[in-house]
């Protein structure tokens, strides 16, 4: 099946500890992006890639830190300096970020700071 | 209506009436928009789109109008089905997809 994966569902941490959230696809799409989503909210931009081993800050970068190795993943790490972290994130992809094509997505990482 | 920048939080219809779903961009240069589904805790599903060269798209039970004098979107859903339910987002395509903060349509039976 083809599709774009999100793991953990549901990731708990202790304040202070970085932790990485996973997304993978095999759609061949060059563009990654990651969303944050608190409740009642739409969707902010963090971080997004055209192409492997390149990524740019969205609207929210700060506490946020990404790599893009493989044209098939792009993990988010949200580090410590994050003074909000809990939220919903969502991880998309697409065939070009300058092309008129929409972006699928995942299903989502509930992340939760104690 | 909602807007990529103001919240109109919940739209309530009856099951089987036509749904109207408004969003305001804010940006002239936007070229490309899309409306996504959201259901609770899931990712959000691609409805439909439409370009800037067009004012509207039809697809299945779903329209999009694009007012581009205005800079005004809207989706429509014909006979609403309780599977309607959900948050509608509006997304507009400048640098990336910037995304309204969603619309939560309740179908009333």
């Known amino acids: 099946d083809g599709g774009i994966t999100q793991s953990p569902k549901y990731l708990f941490r202790k304040e202070g500890q970085n932790v990485t959230l996973s997304c993978e696809q095999n759609?061949?799409?060059?563009?990654m992006y990651w969303y944050r989503q608190d409740p009642g909210q739409g969707l902010r931009l963090i971080y997004y890639?055209?192409?492997?081993?390149?990524?740019q800050k969205g609207d929210i970068a700060e506490g946020y830190s990404v790599s893009r190795e493989k044209k098939e993943s792009f993990p988010l790490t949200v580090t410590s300096a994050q003074k909000n972290p809990t939220a919903f994130y969502l991880c998309?992809?697409?065939?070009?970020?300058?092309?008129?094509?929409?972006?699928?997505f995942g299903q989502g990482t509930r992340l939760t700071v104690v | 209506g909602e807007s990529v920048g103001l919240h109109l939080p919940t739209l309530s219809v009856q099951e089987g009436d036509n749904s109207i779903i408004n969003c305001a961009y804010s940006n002239s240069a936007s070229d490309y928009f899309i409306w996504y589904k959201q259901e609770s805790g899931k990712g959000p599903q691609f409805i439909i789109d439409?370009?800037?060269?067009?004012d509207k798209r039809q697809g299945q039970r779903v329209t999009v109008l694009l007012n581009k004098t205005v800079k005004h979107l809207s989706l429509q859903i014909a006979a609403t089905q309780p599977g309607d339910s959900a948050v509608y987002f509006c997304?507009?395509?400048?640098?990336?997809?910037?995304f309204g903060k969603g619309t939560h349509l309740i179908i009333q039976p």
């Open positions: 759609l061949n799409h060059d563009a």
């Open positions: 890639s055209q192409i492997v081993n390149d990524f």
């Open positions: 997304a507009e395509r400048k640098n990336g997809l910037t």
């Open positions: 998309a992809s697409s065939w070009g970020r300058e092309l008129n094509t929409e972006a699928f």
């Open positions: 439409i370009r800037s060269n067009m």
